[in-house]
């Protein structure tokens, strides 16, 4: 668990940085990213995200923190806060608790209310390490994201993280008990796709999307183009274009979702939800609403 110092917002908070006007890295771009990790609590990083953004045709980007890249101290959230700043409208974050680091609801909604005010757009990478996808310590954080109207997108295996039985009848049960709240799956959840869970479940659900990111090299979707281009068109309006790319992916080739875009040929109106549009709703409410929006 981490220090308390890391949700300390009261005591000894940095004052709010100074707003600064907007400043994309494109006017415009063929791609919103909705799942990148680069590092933000450096001087200097997010200008090589911007750098990266820029190379591959990215107009804005969604970054998660990992571990290794959360603020460890006041100083270092006052520093992340400050390079966001400079990055308003092209970079926007999320943000992330542990289950073992509240022992409350109340306690969750108290910071993601802070993480919310201070800009953050979404909760996750959420890994649930070692738990069941509807253990009580799960719960907690997906009904505080339900209270304060966050977005949550988890990493699924299982295995070892939010793990789950064929079917993925822990995932439908976290659907059921808070429809209010916006799912985002990611990661091994792709494998089920040849069992149908995967359709079955989006179509069910309003409230449960995907981001394709890591999908290439999962359930065969790098393989089978036919099959997986007919997935996109059916469920256009449920997911979203990402890379899970990060601050290991500077200098080398791009990531394989950029490549399966163009391979798909998707009609233009498909490709616009998902590479674009998808994001801009789920994220900031543009076009229309959506549960998590506020």
């Known amino acids: 668990m981490l220090a308390t110092t890391t949700f300390a917002f009261e005591k000894d908070r940095p004052a709010t940085p100074p707003v ?25 990083e997010l200008e090589k995200a911007a750098a990266w953004m820029k190379s591959n045709n990215v107009q804005r980007i969604i970054n998660y923190p990992l571990a290794q890249s959360r603020p460890k101290n006041d100083t270092e959230r006052k520093l992340m806060l400050e390079n966001y700043a400079k990055y308003k409208g092209s970079i926007a974050r999320g943000c992330v608790i542990f289950p073992e680091e509240v022992n409350s609801v109340e306690e969750a909604v108290k910071i993601l209310t802070q993480e919310k005010q201070d800009g953050a757009v979404v ?8 738990l069941k996808f509807d253990d ?54 792709w494998r089920s796709l040849s069992e149908g869970s995967c359709g079955r479940l989006l ?17 065969g979707m790098g393989r089978d183009k036919e099959r997986t ?10 997911l979203l274009f990402g890379t899970d790319s990060g601050w290991w992916s500077f200098g080398k ?29 789920l994220f900031w409410n543009v076009g229309s609403k959506n549960p998590s929006a506020k």
């Open 253 to 281: 080739a791009p990531a394989p979702e950029f490549v399966l875009i163009d391979e798909l040929k998707l009609p233009k109106e498909v490709e616009d939800k998902i590479c674009r549009q998808n994001a801009e709703r």
């Open 20 to 44: 600064i006007p907007p400043n994309p890295v494109t006017a415009t771009g063929r791609f919103i990213d909705a799942h990148v990790h680069f590092q933000a609590c450096k001087a200097g």
């Open 123 to 130: 909760f996750g990478e959420h890994y649930g390490e070692n």
């Open 229 to 238: 281009r007919t997935f996109f068109i059916r469920h256009a309006d449920k």
């Open 136 to 189: 009580p310590k799960n719960l907690r954080l997906y009904e505080a994201c339900a209270k304060v109207g966050m977005p949550i997108m988890f990493h699924y295996s299982d295995r070892t993280r939010n793990m789950d039985e064929k079917g993925m009848p822990r995932l439908e049960n976290v659907l059921k008990l808070y429809p209010n709240c916006t799912v985002i799956a990611h990661g091994d959840w």
């Open 203 to 219: 179509e069910t659900y309003p409230n449960l999307y995907a981001d394709i990111s890591c999908t290439v090299g999962r359930a």
